[in-house]
């Protein structure tokens, strides 16, 4: 009997070593953090439907999101904001991806309407930004109005009023220069949700969430359906539709890593954090005395091809500039070394293009 034990240990010690050692390695190679953003949580349960709780169906998907990713990329750490039933104050949530230094926040809800008898159904992928239409509105009010449970929420959000419009103002001249990425995963996360999970689309949309306004990386927050469509929660609280809903959002996760580990392989030395696009050149650079410092612009259009200064689709703007970025031309309107100097110019340029944006370049080159 003894020696049978002592043989059998013999033959595993080996194997838990090197287990011991490969996970140390993976952890040492990861890389890239995700921050996985359950909404909602302990005395908050955010939306309720018929059969169930918001709080604890973004919850459970997260999870799957976070175990299938786990498990496919070991290069990748998983953070939750939280991982059980507990309630998290929202400022909290940007904190912790902040302390963990993430490349990307996800944050998950589910939509509910209950002033219309027959609810809507479908998925929403926001990103940080000033709403288009009320129906955006009304959901960032929905979400933001969370902070209603916090004590002090007045003074810990700065006047912040969920529940009046004017409060959301704040987000329309609000320079995000996580804009584009953010943009990038919620497309190919809708994407997934509608041609994958087969969802009903209601769009890629823009609106003032707070738990986006404080993240300082690439951001966004999905409405994986609504729960007061009796259908859509019934599926919402499936195996099967969790499990659906989870391997979308891993598939748009493993596509943006993808592109990001491109991107990431021609980063500056020296700045091996930040991303820089390989092939963008500046047109009309006369930056010879500051080639290596920062440089801010407003990027105003984008486009599959490259126009003559002076052309209509620039709407009056002079001394145009632009750079390329893999197939596509970033035309770009005035310069400056100060990011906040460009302001009101960007205030200006956005009556005439209403997305544009400030942008950051190092050496010339685009950072992301
Ligand atoms: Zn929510």
Redesign the pocket.
Known sequence: MKRDKSYVLAILIPFLLMGFVETSIAQRNQTFTVVLDP??GGRDP??VGAISK?KDIVLSIAKKVGKKINANHSDVKVVYTRSTDKFVPLIERPRIAHKAKAQLFISL??NALDRRRTSPQGVETYILGLHRSDDNLEVAKK?NSVIEYEENYETKYQGFNPNEPESYIIFEFMSNKFLEQSLDFATLTQHELVNGAKRTNRNVRQAGFLVLRETGMPSVLIELGYISNRAEEKYLNSEQGQNTLANSIYNAFTEYKKEYDKRNKYAISGNADQEATSDSNLYASDSSDSSSQTEYKIQFLTAPRKYNAGSRVFKGLDNVEYYIDGNTYKYTYGSSKDEQSLYPLLREVKTKFRDAFIVEFRNGRRIK
């Open positions: 909404g909602h955010g939306a918001e809800h589910c979400e």
